[in-house]
Each structure stands twice: as C-alpha cells, then as structure tokens.
C-alpha cells in the first residue's frame, strides 16, 4: 500500500509539473509573438528619363553571280551610307565597328534547286552616340538611301532601327531609393495609427529591382526603341509597431 501512495504522489508531482512547464512555455511563445509585431508595406519611386546612348546597325545587302561586281558595289553602297550618315552630324568616330558576311549559295553542301545570285554580301555598320535624336533623325530619313539603291536589311537579333539605351542608372538610384523608403514610411505610419500602435525601427528591408520601361507602353513597341523611359523601383520594408 505504502509503495501505491509514493507511486500516486510522484504521478501527481509529474502532472503538475508537466502543467507548469506547458503553461510556462505557452507564456513564453505569447511574449514572442507579441513582441514579434510588425507591418511589411511596399514603397515604388518613379522617373521619366531619356536615352543617352543609341546603337545602331545599319545593315546593307549586295547580290549577284559576280563575285568582283557584288564587291564593287557593297564598297560603293558603303560610301554612301557614309555620307548619308556625315550629312546627320554622325561621322566616322561613330562608326564603330564593320562586319562583312559573303553567302556563296553554290558552295552550301545541302542547297538544292537553282540560285537566282549566287552571292550574297552584307555589311554591317554599327553607329554608336550619344546624340540620340541626330541618330532619330537620320533612322527617319533612310529613305534616301533607298533612292540611292542600296538595299537595306534588318539586324539579326536587334531589328533594323535603332536602340536607345539609358546608361545613368547610378545618378538617380539614391534618390529614387530614399523616395520610395518615404512612401513605405508613410504607409506603414498610418496602419500603425489605424491600429493603435506606435511605428518602430525598420525591422527588416529589400530594395527591389530597378526596372527601365518603356514611356508608352504601344503594342509592339519594344523599351529599347523609345528614347524616352521610365525608371521604376518597387521597396519591400518591414517595421515594427510598438504598444
């Protein structure tokens, strides 16, 4: 009988203190959460900028069955691009860079069928500048060249007009930053007072992608042939609410 009663009284003790322990570590777990309170709100910053680098490859096309003659005539349909170019205040220091691809149809292992030409010539001129509206203005104007016969051909893989690209990205970083840290702020101010709490400390902060878009969003018209942009960034920042 003696050991049943010690055997009860040492149950009894386990279960309180069991009881104690699970009620001790549930205050702990609330005291956590509630001092865990925080409010995550997004800040977004945006500028309208324009493009201060355009690249451009001007692409023309010769053919013929004479090799010499289809030469002749991609070294005279260069000068006169080079002029053309001359007469839009870009000269050969934006020139930079000339690729020459020959096509001999009749050598292709796998061709079949006649050729019309056997040869094909292209050249590539690719302008480089930073006056991205003498570049505008020569891209609208190729008709000339057309009157001229030379045969113009679009880009592989970059189209046949120009591409405006905004280089700058570091001169409006900071202050795009701070603005949209601003507006995360001012969000996260008023949920704290809808919720009777004061705004801490930032708890925690992601700064987002900085993404160029296009100004106008036309179907069909890539980012990359508008001069004019937008800059956008998008924050994610947690803040503590103190009671």
Not at 61 to 81: F, M, R
Not at 196 to 217: H, S, V, Y
Request: hydrophobic share 45%; net charge negative.
């Amino acid at each position: 009988m003696i050991g049943n009663r010690t055997a009860l009284a040492a149950a009894a003790f386990l279960a309180i203190g069991i009881a104690v322990a699970g009620w001790s570590a549930g205050r702990e777990v609330a005291q956590v959460r509630l001092a865990d309170r925080f409010v995550t709100v997004k800040g977004s910053a945006e500028r309208e900028v324009k493009a201060n680098l355009a690249l451009w490859p001007v692409r023309f096309v010769a053919t013929g069955d004479d090799l010499s003659a289809v030469q002749a005539k991609t070294a005279a349909d260069e000068k006169a691009v080079l002029a053309f170019l001359e007469r839009y205040g870009l000269g050969a220091d934006a020139v930079v860079a000339r690729s020459l691809d020959l096509v001999d149809l009749l050598a292709q292992a796998y061709r079949q069928g006649p050729a019309d030409q056997r040869y094909i010539l292209t050249r590539t001129l690719m302008v480089r500048s930073p006056d991205v509206e003498r570049v505008d203005r020569a891209s609208q104007n190729l008709a000339e060249l057309l009157d001229q016969g030379v045969t113009l051909g679009g880009e592989p893989g970059m189209g046949s007009g120009p591409n405006y690209l905004f280089t700058r990205l570091n001169d409006v970083k900071t202050e795009m930053i701070a603005e949209a840290t601003a507006k995360a702020r001012e969000a996260a101010t008023q949920f704290a007072t809808d919720s009777g709490a004061t705004l801490g400390g930032i708890r925690r902060a992601n700064q987002g992608l900085f993404q160029i878009l296009a100004r106008d969003e036309a179907p069909g018209i890539m980012e990359s042939r508008q001069i004019d942009k937008i800059v956008r960034v998008v924050s994610t920042l947690d803040w503590e609410l103190v009671d």
